[in-house]
């Protein structure tokens, strides 16, 4: 049953100014508040469908700093990773002639939301209603950063559960470094975990999880790609791929490095590669980060990624940005610059998750689909 949050939102705050607290101990009670998970049926659970439009939910609790460093991942890959890669090797940021397009481009402006799960809003969100079939596909891609009656939700069990895998992922990515990251397999990853202390091995609750998360239908979240993956053990052939130099990404040889080259040769070289090749521990990694800034939602999750096995990534597409956007090249604010304009007018790319979508992602201009 779905209880009103503003007791729930008082109470985290109480706890988030106990500064005294120890942080396990204050993450177990932001935990236990039950301020992110809100059913107790397996496998996850649904919001109740009982009161329909009577029922009234708020944001998301903002979160609280002992979960910042779960997002670390999400920053350093998409965002940091990139801004540190890039900044020694171009040299557009500091030659931009002030008031030049480019330099206008530069600034990141406050776009709304850059962030939308740290954002804090006072006013209860409407629930949204959840009608069948294509209008509500529409509608959710629209408002993927919503949350709908019908969307997935894992217990406060499995939500602890998969803070922690999440933790022990981002200690392997430190470990091996971000570029080895990206390619990845799950075996390598598991005997890492196994092997250096400082990341230990995971637990048999958090394996359960990970194996859930690749085997269930995403369907039931109302994620519609199909499974290009089959194996959680799929391993990246490194001699079919490269890495691309101050990126940190790879790409595959053939049709997406071509493509890559060619994008180059038309928009120069303020485009820039900013999410390649991903093995399905990457894809791991950036689902169950954005499960964990979406309270446990994985419906909302795999609004903005594919669940892990089911991202083109894994076989060839890759993402583009403008060189210093940083992490605001995978928000509605890329499709303002200069680089996204200039992709748009060029006859011979493809967009995997454009507007109108069956997959049921958000829209992602910077997504070049290089799979059919
Ligand atoms: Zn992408």
Redesign the pocket.
């Known amino acids: 049953m779905l209880r009103p949050h503003t007791s729930l939102d008082a109470k985290s705050s109480e706890a988030i100014r106990g500064a005294k607290l120890k942080r396990r101990d204050l993450l177990k009670k932001i935990l236990g508040l039950g301020a992110i998970a809100l059913g107790t049926h397996l496998p996850y659970s649904r919001l109740s469908e009982s009161d329909n439009s009577a029922i009234q939910f708020t944001a998301e609790p903002e979160l609280h700093p002992a979960l910042a460093e779960v997002f670390e991942a999400l920053m350093t890959d998409e965002g940091a990773q990139t801004l540190a890669t890039l900044a020694s090797a171009s040299p557009i940021l500091s030659e931009a002639e002030p008031g030049s397009e480019s330099a206008a481009a530069e600034t990141p402006k406050p776009v709304t939301p850059v962030q939308p799960e740290s954002e804090t809003v006072d006013d209860p969100l409407p629930l949204a209603s959840a009608p069948d079939g294509e209008d509500a596909r529409l509608e959710k891609i629209r408002r993927f950063n919503e949350v709908f009656t019908d969307d997935i939700f894992l217990t406060s069990g499995e939500y602890a559960t998969l803070i922690a895998a999440l933790k022990r992922i981002n200690r392997v990515q430190a470990y091996v470094g971000h570029g080895n990251f990206n390619i990845l397999a799950f075996d390598d990853m598991l005997n890492y975990a196994r092997g250096v202390p400082e990341i230990g091995r995971f637990r048999q609750d958090e394996k359960a999880l990970m194996d859930r998360l690749f085997h269930d239908d995403a369907s039931q979240l109302g994620f519609f790609g199909k499974k290009v993956i089959v194996r959680m053990t799929h391993r990246v052939p490194k001699r079919e791929v490269i890495k691309v130099p101050y990126t940190g990404h790879y790409l595959y040889k053939g049709d997406a490095l071509k493509l890559y080259e060619r994008l180059r040769d038309d928009i120069g070289d303020r485009l820039i590669l900013t999410?390649g090749v991903r093995s399905v521990v990457k894809q791991y990694q950036l689902f169950m980060a954005k499960a964990v800034a979406s309270a446990g939602n994985l419906s909302k999750a795999s609004r903005s990624l594919a669940p892990p096995g089911h991202s083109y990534?894994g076989i060839g597409?890759f993402?583009v940005g403008k060189v210093g956007f940083h992490i605001n090249n995978f928000t509605a604010a890329f499709a303002q610059t200069d680089v996204c304009r200039e992709l748009q007018r060029l006859d011979y790319i493809g967009i995997r998750y454009t507007t109108r979508n069956k997959y049921g992602v958000r829209y992602?201009p910077w997504?070049m689909r290089v799979v059919l």
């Open positions: 999410s990534h597409d993402d992602e997504h």
